[in-house]
């Protein structure tokens, strides 16, 4: 007597279910072929060919390869342009024409409008500022100061209460007589600010009425009102935004505490 396929007693698949498989499996390779390609850019300028023939251009990758920008998968196309699918380099560049178009995105006063197609708020903050109006200015074609002045490029870093006084002194300083008190102004100010995202995390947690969940929303929506501000650059009204926000938040706190005591 003839065995039995193993096979013989399981249901013939279907083919819909054969079509829908292969779809899946095309899908699968399409979106694997999308993250190799967006990733051209970085194919070519992370040879480390580059170390002797262009090391200016693999520092570059290099200090891109350690940002928060890798992190948040930001390539070089979102800020320079160019065409990341295609292999070769005048392709991805676009020609000379291309290049130069390339290179305009970073030109020194064309910086916070790239840095601003993600950091939309900050840039509204900024072009309301001195620092921008120096920018722009025609008679004064590279002064500024610009995002990568404070922040560097490639690997960004937010000023906090620690660097924010030696950043501002490359420009605000005894030497230069550019209001040299900038720098520790600058500092103490953070400091209160920072005070502020102290009381408001105490208040967050000790938080427990309808009431202070009101209050919580609206002060965070000031806190990330005085986040956007701050490239304004006009200190005087921070400093008075920030008092108003540190007293309400120390008023909640010491209700918040005269409450529990009860």
């Given at each position: 007597m003839e065995k039995k396929s193993k096979l013989s007693g399981r249901k013939p698949i279907s083919r819909l279910?054969?079509?829908?498989?292969?779809?899946?499996?095309?899908?699968?390779?399409?979106?694997?072929?999308?993250?190799?390609?967006?990733?051209?850019?970085?194919?070519?300028?992370?040879?480390?060919?580059?170390?002797?023939?262009?090391?200016?251009?693999?520092?570059?990758?290099?200090?891109?390869?350690?940002?928060?920008?890798?992190?948040?998968?930001?390539?070089?196309?979102?800020?320079?342009?160019?065409?990341?699918?295609?292999?070769?380099?005048?392709?991805?560049?676009?020609?000379?024409?291309?290049t130069r178009k390339m290179m305009k995105a970073v030109n020194f006063q064309n910086i916070p409008a790239t840095c601003g197609q993600c950091h939309d708020d900050i840039l509204d903050g900024y072009v309301k500022s001195n620092h921008y109006k120096h920018?722009?200015?025609?008679?004064?074609?590279?002064?500024?100061?610009?995002?990568?002045?404070?922040?560097?490029?490639?690997?960004?870093?937010?000023?906090?209460?620690?660097?924010?006084?030696?950043?501002?002194?490359?420009?605000?300083?005894?030497?230069?007589?550019?209001?040299?008190?900038?720098?520790?102004?600058?500092?103490?100010?953070?400091?209160?600010?920072?005070?502020?995202?102290?009381?408001?995390?105490?208040?967050t947690i000790k938080s427990s009425t309808v009431d202070d969940r009101a209050f919580l929303k609206k002060a965070g929506i000031q806190i990330q009102t005085l986040s956007e501000e701050w490239h304004t650059f006009d200190l005087k009204l921070f400093e008075e935004k920030t008092r108003m926000l540190l007293d309400a938040l120390k008023s909640k706190r010491n209700e918040i505490k005269k409450r529990s005591k009860k």
């Open positions: 279910f054969v079509l829908f498989l292969a779809c899946v499996i095309c899908g699968i390779f399409a979106a694997g072929n999308s993250v190799v390609a967006r990733e051209g850019c970085i194919d070519c300028h992370s040879n480390t060919d580059l170390i002797v023939t262009n090391k200016k251009l693999f520092d570059y990758f290099k200090e891109w390869s350690g940002s928060i920008h890798k992190q948040e998968d930001v390539t070089c196309s979102d800020c320079h342009g160019g065409n990341p699918d295609v292999s070769s380099k005048k392709a991805a560049h676009g020609g000379a024409k291309g920018l722009k200015s025609k008679k004064q074609v590279k002064q500024g100061p610009n995002c990568v002045t404070c922040h560097g490029s490639l690997n960004s870093v937010a000023l906090n209460v620690n660097t924010v006084s030696q950043t501002c002194q490359s420009c605000h300083n005894q030497k230069s007589k550019n209001n040299p008190e900038i720098p520790e102004k600058a500092e103490w100010l953070l400091n209160k600010f920072l005070s502020a995202h102290r009381l408001f995390r105490y208040v």
